[in-house]
């Protein structure tokens, strides 16, 4: 079956610091990834619609400065979380949708982000 | 606007006893719903979907869902609870945007399997 990866499955990182997480489709091509975002016992919030060769689009609310979308190929979206402060810490989850099937999104197991 | 309300936040059952979480929808337009799983340390898995063909939908593990548009429903069910079906579940509506295929999650029912 599809299968989306995530990397690094876990990060700590220091205030003010840049993290990168990268989410990669491994046996399907995904012209359009989505990066979501999951507080502790809390549904998912999807952030930005990732296009390949295109700008990111973000939802109401979300920074696109403050998380830097990159999708640069058929198979990687990257988020780039900068200048990182605690309130960033949270469980950040992308998904891919197969570009031969688009009815489906298929999630990647999530990035445990925790920023002191 | 399309959403979903998931009606209870934590579901117990006996192992071995049947399994219903339910979900209620809001949508003007026949929406898309699914349903997905959440185990821990594990990636959201697909469990079903339904696009506006058969009003009952079967997924995998036993589970299936059906469609009920005069109570705007989407219940999910299980005959026979198995230790390893606790999860957390999440009843999901598409939204219908230019962006297309966006995704709007219902709060998620914890499921508890009990021996």
């Known amino acids: 079956g599809a299968v989306v990866s995530q990397h690094p499955s876990r990060v700590i990182c220091k205030s003010g610091t840049s993290v990168k997480i990268e989410c990669r489709s491994l046996?399907?091509?995904?012209?359009?990834m989505f990066w979501y975002r999951q507080f502790p016992k809390q549904s998912l919030m999807l952030m930005a619609t990732s296009n390949e060769g295109s700008k990111a689009t973000y939802e109401q609310g979300v920074e696109k400065d403050k998380f830097l979308i990159n999708h640069a190929s058929l198979t990687l979206s990257t988020l780039t979380v900068t200048s990182a402060h605690p309130e960033d810490s949270s469980f950040y989850i992308c998904?891919?949708?197969?570009?031969?099937?688009?009815?489906?999104?298929?999630f990647g197991p999530g990035t445990r982000l925790t920023v002191l | 606007a399309q959403s979903v309300t998931q009606l209870d936040s934590h579901v117990s059952v006996s192992e071995g006893t049947p399994v219903l979480l339910r979900c209620n929808y809001s949508?003007?337009?026949?929406?898309?719903l699914f349903w997905y799983v959440q185990h821990p340390n594990k990636g959201l898995q697909l469990l079903l979907k339904?696009?506006?063909?058969?009003?009952l939908v079967k997924g995998i593990n036993g589970f299936e869902a059906e469609f009920k548009k005069s109570e705007t429903s989407f219940h999910l069910t299980k005959p026979s609870a198995h230790m390893s079906d606790a999860a957390e579940y999440f009843c999901?509506?598409?939204?219908?945007?230019?962006?297309?295929?966006?995704?709007?999650f219902g709060t998620g029912t914890q499921l508890k399997v009990e021996l």
């Open positions: 949508s003007s337009y026949s929406p898309s």
């Open positions: 046996d399907f091509q995904a012209t359009t």
């Open positions: 999901v509506v598409r939204r219908l945007t230019g962006g297309g295929n966006k995704l709007t």
């Open positions: 998904s891919a949708r197969d570009r031969g099937n688009t009815d489906t999104q298929y």
């Open positions: 339904y696009t506006s063909a058969a009003t």
